[in-house]
C-alpha cells in the first residue's frame, strides 16, 4: 500500500469548513483513498473513500488531485463533535473495506468553540 | 444488538496469564476483523474472518495469539502467556463480506 503523509495536528473554528490534506505520491493507479476518522476511546469509524473522482456523501466531500498524488477531505460545517484523529489511507480494496487495514498517526482535528 | 459489541471493556491482568477478549459482530455480517491499537499508535490488522472460509491470520505476532469465530457469529481472540507488550486496545470490526466495516468501542487491555 502507498505510504500517505498528513499534518499531526490543525485546528478549525465550529461552524467552518475544515480541509484536511494527504499526500499520497506513490499512489497506483488501481489504489483508493479512505479517510477514516477515530474520536477518542471509540473505535475507527468509516468516512469516505475515492479512486479519482471527487466524492460526496453525508459526512464529507473527499478532493483528489487529478495526478491522484495528494487529497482534501472536507467537513463543510465542523461541529465540536467533529474533533477527532482523521486517518487517510490508500489501498487495494473494493468499497470501504477495513481488511488489513493499516492506519499511520493521523491528522488530530480540533474543532474550537 | 445495533453495534459491535466487545467485552470485557477494560482488562487488567498480570504478566504470564492468559486472556479471552469477545467481539459480537453485527448480526448477518460475514467479515470479522480484529485490530490492536498501542498507545499513540496507529492501527495494526491482526486476523480477519470471512465467512466459511479459512481465516487471513497473516496479522498475529506471535502464536501466543490466536482467535476463533464459533457458528459465524461471535469471535474470540485468545492471548495466552501475556506480556507487557501485549497492552493495548483491541479493536473488533464486522461488515458484510468486504464492504464498509463497523468497529465495537475496543477492549483496553494492560498487562502488569
Known amino acids: 500500500d502507498a505510504k500517505t503523509t498528513q499534518p499531526p495536528s490543525m485546528d478549525c473554528a465550529e461552524g467552518r469548513a475544515a480541509n484536511l490534506p494527504c499526500n499520497h505520491s506513490?499512489?497506483?493507479?488501481?489504489?483508493?483513498v479512505y479517510w477514516y476518522r477515530q474520536i477518542h476511546s471509540q473505535g475507527p469509524q468509516y468516512i469516505i473513500h475515492?479512486?479519482?473522482n471527487n466524492e460526496t456523501n453525508e459526512m464529507a466531500s473527499l478532493i483528489i488531485t487529478e495526478d491522484r498524488k495528494s487529497s482534501t477531505l472536507i467537513l463543510p460545517h465542523a461541529t465540536l463533535r467533529d474533533t477527532a484523529v482523521y486517518y487517510c489511507?490508500?489501498?487495494?480494496?473494493?468499497?470501504?473495506?477495513?481488511?488489513?487495514?493499516?492506519f499511520g498517526s493521523g491528522t488530530q482535528l480540533t474543532v474550537l468553540p | 444488538g445495533a453495534g459491535v459489541s466487545q467485552s470485557p471493556s477494560n482488562k487488567v491482568t498480570e504478566k504470564g496469564k492468559d486472556v479471552e477478549l469477545r467481539c459480537d459482530p453485527i448480526?448477518?455480517?460475514?467479515?470479522l476483523y480484529w485490530y490492536r491499537q498501542s498507545l499513540g499508535q496507529g492501527l495494526e490488522f491482526l486476523i480477519y474472518f470471512q465467512g466459511n472460509s479459512a481465516p487471513d491470520k497473516s496479522g498475529l505476532p506471535s502464536d501466543r495469539f490466536s482467535a476463533e469465530r464459533t457458528g459465524g457469529s461471535v469471535s474470540t481472540l485468545t492471548i495466552q502467556r501475556t506480556q507487557q507488550e501485549d497492552s493495548a486496545v483491541y479493536l473488533c470490526a464486522s461488515s458484510l463480506r468486504d464492504s464498509k466495516a463497523f468497529f465495537g468501542q475496543g477492549t483496553r487491555l494492560t498487562v502488569v
Open positions: 489511507i490508500v489501498r487495494v480494496a473494493p468499497s470501504g473495506s477495513a481488511r488489513q487495514l493499516t
Open positions: 506513490t499512489i497506483s493507479g488501481n489504489e483508493y
Open positions: 475515492g479512486l479519482k
Open positions: 448480526s448477518g455480517h460475514t467479515a
